[in-house]
């Protein structure tokens, strides 16, 4: 059928949270892992098949954050308990018909993955995985698939608009022993600002993302302090992004400390994180940007920094930025904190790209300039 409208006009959300039910502990070791409560949208949350309108309003100071989990049970080992997911700290649109926004102000708005379960001393358990936290702002998905009464590709619009000072962070981990496959007990981070997620047509004109920022916890990364657009390859041509006169300036990707996985060690992206194809950068300015690893507080290993103003990856990328402008973007490889480690070849962080870094796929560059970036490691 038709979808149903949505039309928001000069309103403000201010100071809302959704707060995810906290799990209980695990009886025995028997039992399957725990999960916090997740959360989806600390303030708004639309569902499927919703076609949006947004004029003139705020969402400021809300929080979104994953339940809590009791204590794991003795013997439980690498199965234990894990913190809530949290998806949007201020909003959650998933699969909307179509969306246009103008003049949205998306401000200090926070997504926090949930803690995860504690494990006595000697008990053989793990310490349980703190959750993942996606976009600290605004979150917008497609999870349609494509189904043949809705748009395999969903048109956005976005113009004129302020994302600032958000901030998604990774769950903490429980207390007890690191787990042993390396994956570490934190939460991975993803998308301080604003997070473009599947098979969407977007355009982004004459935004400002601000001192954003994405945090990883412990052991895990932190991706795209301002925008990300993930997961985005498809098959379908009309699935792209234009930014059209956007300024990304002093949002940063902070890793979590001793990720000892060597892909859990990698921060990316500052201000923005690309993984798609078609994705077009024109008229923009990347200004004071940040990627930067964790440190090595004990573990023999500090984290990478790749892309302080924008990364491109994935598994076939494409990008085209004319005329844009990277100034003052730094990745920063992490420190080592703890002398002496007792590992024989310790981890030194490494810096990938101040500016930009294309791990892979297609970039064209047309114009723009690219003035005091820097990829060093921190000392």
């Known amino acids: 059928g038709d979808p149903v409208h949505l039309d928001l006009t000069k309103v403000e959300f201010a100071g809302n949270s959704a707060v995810g039910g906290s799990a209980g502990a695990q009886g025995s070791a028997t039992l399957g892992p725990n999960q916090g409560g997740r959360v989806a949208g600390g303030a708004l949350g639309v569902v499927n098949w919703v076609q949006v309108v947004i004029n003139d309003v705020t969402l400021v100071k809300n929080l979104g954050e994953g339940g809590g989990v009791g204590d794991n049970a003795p013997g439980s080992g690498s199965t234990t308990g894990t913190g809530g997911v949290v998806q949007g700290g201020a909003a959650f649109l998933d699969s909307p018909s179509s969306l246009v926004a103008t003049h949205l102000t998306v401000d200090r708005n926070t997504a926090r993955g949930g ?87 977007t355009t982004l004109v004459g935004l400002r993302f601000i001192g954003n920022a994405a945090i990883g916890g412990l052991g895990k990364p932190a991706q795209a302090g301002g925008l990300i657009n993930p997961y985005g390859q498809s098959v379908d041509p009309t699935a792209t992004l234009t930014i059209v006169n956007s300024l990304f300036r002093g949002n940063e990707a902070v890793g979590g400390d001793d990720a000892t996985n060597p892909v859990y060690r990698r921060s990316l992206g500052g201000g923005f994180l690309n993984n798609s194809t078609g ?101």
């Not at 998604?168 to 997620?197: C, F």
């Not at 962080?349 to 970036?373: D, K, M, Q």
């Open 115 to 201: 803690k995860g379960a504690d494990s006595a001393a000697g008990s053989g358990t793990d310490a349980g995985e703190g959750g993942f936290a996606y976009c600290g702002g605004v979150l917008i998905s497609n999870a349609t698939g494509g189904l043949s009464e809705q748009p395999a590709t969903i048109p956005l619009s976005i113009s004129q608009s302020v994302i600032t000072g958000n901030r998604v962070i990774g769950g903490e981990p429980g207390a007890g022993p690191a787990p042993a496959n390396g994956l570490g007990a934190g939460g991975l981070a993803q998308g301080g600002g604003m997070t473009l997620s599947g098979t969407l047509r």
């Open 279 to 379: 994705t077009q950068v024109s008229g923009s300015r990347f200004v004071g940007n940040s990627a930067v690893g964790g440190d090595d507080t004990g573990s023999g290993y500090a984290g990478t920094g790749e892309g302080g103003g924008l990364y491109t990856g994935g598994q076939q990328p494409s990008i085209t930025l004319s005329d844009t402008t990277f100034q003052c973007n730094s990745a920063l490889g992490g420190r080592r904190l703890v002398a002496g480690e007792s590992v024989a070849a310790p981890f030194t962080g490494e810096a990938y790209g101040g500016a930009f870094y294309g791990a892979n796929g297609v970039t064209t560059i047309n114009g723009g300039s690219f003035v005091h970036n820097q990829a060093t490691v921190r000392i």
